[in-house]
């Protein structure tokens, strides 16, 4: 009776996993109804020099029109394409742009530097940007500003602004002529295995900005510019940024904040398991030095690494760039509840942490928590000025809160 018991229940087992397997072999419905838009079949050409532009937006304009799932694909090869903006609403929320190639900018900076952006994502809803190379060519630019001549302000490689719940994954930036990734009024945003990379001579290249957006996580990227790896604009609150390789570059700052009168502020920002190496700043909080009513407040710094770092850890709240229109002001931007948690390594400067704050609005309720930074093979200083919190754990250097 047992083994019938035990020959019945096997054969249902065996039937239950055939179905299970027929079942998972089928498409899923987004799958079964996606469609897919080839820009070679719609005439880019992958030669590197012919203008694809008319292919790439002809491409999205279908998959914007389709009423289900809509791909568009970008094969191997090298794609010329000059200023494109790849506008919805759509009439679908699950839209991906698979890129196999490289999109190149047109080499002449002329071009697109006036523009402000190269590749612009706007008013979409449910966008996957996946793989592929930005090549934005803006090394003539960069050696026009370096010149001092008057040049042209320069393009975005990549912007995505007025978007939801949009996906970007091993997707890799280089030689933007200005930013190359900006994230603008957003929400729901995951950027994840992004690679950035140009010159650390590069002018105004920030790697991600990130302004008056919520819900933005960067994940496993790295980043080598001219400018900030990452920098966070007024506006922009419930950040996680975690994993990223920084360097050459300008740090990861949360600024520059102040420059408004009337501004918003940034608030909940994670920044965990990062490395510094050979970057001007580490961590950083920046401030205009005139009134404003914006704010910095309820920042973690977590699980940093600093590898020869000029300034490892800085606020500064006395930003007045050629100073025009702020010297001896007073910052209005509100620093508080900032935490410095399991930071160390090695500075290149002498003072590793250095808090400049507001004579008006002092910064209050920084916590520094096993910090460890040397110079030189000696244990570097600190410098507060109008700055309040508390130390624990390791102190080195010592706290000046």
């Given at each position: 009776?047992?083994?019938?018991?035990?020959?019945?229940?096997?054969?249902?087992?065996?039937?239950?996993?055939?179905?299970?397997?027929?079942?998972?072999?089928?498409?899923?419905?987004?799958?079964?109804?996606?469609?897919?838009?080839?820009?070679?079949?719609?005439?880019?050409?992958?030669?590197?020099?012919?203008?694809?532009?008319k292919a790439f937006l002809s491409a999205w304009a279908s998959a914007c029109g389709s009423t289900s799932a809509a791909t568009v694909y970008v094969p191997q090869g090298q794609f010329l394409v000059r200023s494109a903006s790849f506008v919805g609403p759509c009439k679908n929320s699950a839209i991906?742009?698979?890129?196999?190639?490289?999109?190149?900018a047109p080499s002449d900076y002329s071009v697109n530097g006036n523009g402000g952006n190269w590749i612009l994502f706007r008013d979409v809803t449910g966008l996957s940007v996946l793989g592929g190379i930005l090549n934005g060519q803006g090394t003539g630019l960069w050696a026009c500003k370096l010149s001092g001549k008057s040049c042209p302000g320069g393009?975005?490689?990549?912007?995505?602004?007025?978007?939801k719940n949009v996906l970007v994954s091993g997707l890799s930036s280089l030689n933007s002529q200005m930013f190359h990734?900006?994230?603008?009024?957003?929400?729901?945003?995951?950027?994840?295995?992004?690679?950035?990379?140009?010159?650390?001579?590069?002018?105004?290249?920030?790697?991600?900005?990130?302004?008056?957006?919520?819900?933005?996580?960067?994940?496993?990227?790295?980043?080598?510019?001219?400018?900030?790896?990452?920098?966070?604009?007024?506006?922009?609150?419930?950040?996680?940024?975690?994993?990223?390789?920084?360097?050459?570059?300008?740090?990861?700052?949360?600024?520059?904040?102040?420059?408004?009168?009337?501004?918003?502020?940034?608030?909940?920002?994670?920044?965990?398991?990062?490395?510094?190496?050979?970057?001007?700043?580490?961590?950083?909080i920046k401030s205009w030095a005139k009134p404003s009513n914006?704010?910095?407040?309820?920042?973690?710094?977590?699980?940093?690494?600093?590898?020869?770092?000029?300034?490892?850890?800085?606020i500064d709240q006395n930003y007045c760039p050629e100073n025009s229109g702020c010297p001896n002001q007073a910052s209005g931007v509100r620093v508080s509840d900032v935490t410095y948690q399991d930071i160390h390594g090695t500075s290149a400067t002498e003072v590793a942490v250095k808090f400049d704050c507001s004579s008006t609005y002092p910064c209050s309720g920084i916590k520094m928590q096993d910090v460890k930074l040397t110079y030189q093979n000696q244990v570097a200083t600190a410098s507060c000025t109008h700055a309040g919190g508390t130390a624990s754990g390791t102190e080195q250097p010592s706290s000046c809160l």
């Open positions: 009776m047992a083994e019938l018991i035990f020959n019945t229940c096997l054969n249902y087992l065996v039937l239950a996993l055939c179905i299970f397997m027929l079942l998972s072999d089928l498409p899923s419905p987004a799958t079964a109804a996606s469609v897919q838009y080839n820009v070679v079949s719609l005439g880019a050409k992958a030669d590197g020099k012919t203008d694809s532009s991906t742009v698979r890129i196999d190639g490289t999109l190149v393009a975005t490689n990549l912007e995505i602004s007025n978007s990734i900006v994230i603008n009024a957003c929400q729901n945003v995951k950027m994840q295995g992004v690679k950035v990379s140009a010159s650390g001579t590069s002018p105004n290249t920030d790697g991600i900005h990130i302004g008056a957006s919520t819900g933005v996580t960067i994940l496993n990227s790295k980043i080598g510019t001219g400018d900030d790896c990452v920098s966070i604009g007024p506006g922009s609150n419930n950040l996680w940024i975690q994993n990223i390789a920084c360097g050459p570059g300008h740090g990861i700052s949360i600024g520059s904040l102040g420059k408004d009168q009337q501004e918003d502020g940034v608030q909940n920002v994670t920044v965990n398991t990062v490395t510094f190496t050979g970057t001007q700043n580490g961590v950083r914006s704010f910095a407040r309820n920042i973690l710094f977590q699980h940093a690494i600093m590898n020869g770092v000029q300034n490892p850890i800085i």
